[in-house]
């Protein structure tokens, strides 16, 4: 099966200070994100376990309250190519609403579940933080 690229954009009304740890640390994925997301010291890499399935990843970049980037990894911990997750926050200039930006490579072959999965996710988000709008 071939990857797609989803790209998704989701008001909040939060500031950007106040999102980053959601969707940079293990403790704010795990709250919204993953069952959970545990951090190996050693050679840090992150651990996310996913409907039951552990997936691991090395931030690939990062920048403070404006972006992430997860590069996932194969067995032999060596990086996947298109196997990436992106939150970036940004803010509309006009209106000064913040919004998450959702890029990944996507192994389903209809959209609209991705769309269906990412509004859930960001729907929890938004009722942890109290960012309903």
């Known amino acids: 099966m071939t990857k797609q690229k989803f790209v998704g954009e989701y008001q909040i009304n939060a500031s950007?200070?106040?999102?980053?740890?959601?969707?940079?640390?293990?403790?704010g994925l795990c709250q919204w994100f993953a069952d959970d997301v545990n951090i190996n010291n050693i050679d840090k890499t992150l651990i996310f376990i996913l409907d039951g399935e552990e997936r691991i990843a090395v931030i690939d970049s990062i920048k403070s309250n404006r972006y992430v980037k997860f590069r996932f990894l194969n067995e032999n911990?060596?990086?996947k190519e298109?196997?990436?997750?992106?939150?970036?926050?940004?803010?509309?200039?006009?209106?000064q609403s913040v919004f998450v930006r959702v890029e990944e490579f996507?192994?389903?072959?209809?959209?609209?579940?991705?769309?269906?999965?990412?509004?859930?996710l960001l729907s929890q988000l938004k009722e942890i933080i109290g960012a309903w709008i």
């Open 82 to 95: 298109n196997d990436t997750l992106e939150f970036r926050l940004e803010i509309n200039e006009l209106t």
């Open 16 to 27: 950007r200070k106040m999102l980053f740890p959601y969707l940079s640390t293990a403790t």
């Open 106 to 120: 996507t192994e389903t072959d209809d959209l609209d579940e991705s769309y269906q999965i990412w509004d859930n």
């Open 77 to 79: 911990e060596k990086p």
